[in-house]
Nanobody, 115 residues
């Protein structure tokens, strides 16, 4: 059974940091990339950061220099270190695991940035 589980969300003040984690299990296909998306109320889901099987990373312009994606040695757990958080980063953050035949999504974790 495939499981993609995010954790680490919460309520923080502007300027603070959070670290999200995503653990994938039960996936039998080779993972091409692991991605973090987010969706704010009333907005479309957007790609925040990605890391390929080869370790190449990519970021949305809005988070460059503030967020960092990484993974563990098993390449089935991915992290999103979020620094200098701002109210506009408030959203539900979703982990996406991309394989050749299918993509898998987690249930999402809420990040709220508010004073």
């Amino acid at each position: 059974q495939v499981q993609v589980v995010e954790s680490g969300g919460g309520l923080v003040q502007p300027g603070e940091s959070l670290r999200l984690s995503c653990a994938a299990s039960g996936i039998i296909f080779s993972i091409n990339a692991m991605n973090w998306y987010r969706q704010a109320p009333g907005k479309q889901r957007e790609l925040v950061a990605s890391i390929t099987s080869g370790g190449r990373t990519n970021y949305a312009d809005s988070v460059k220099g503030r967020f960092a994606i990484s993974r563990d040695n098993t390449k089935t757990t991915v992290y999103l270190q979020m620094n200098s958080l701002a109210p506009e980063d408030t959203a539900v953050y979703y982990c996406n695991v991309h394989t050749l035949p299918a993509a898998y999504w987690g249930q999402g974790t809420q990040v709220t940035v508010s004073s």
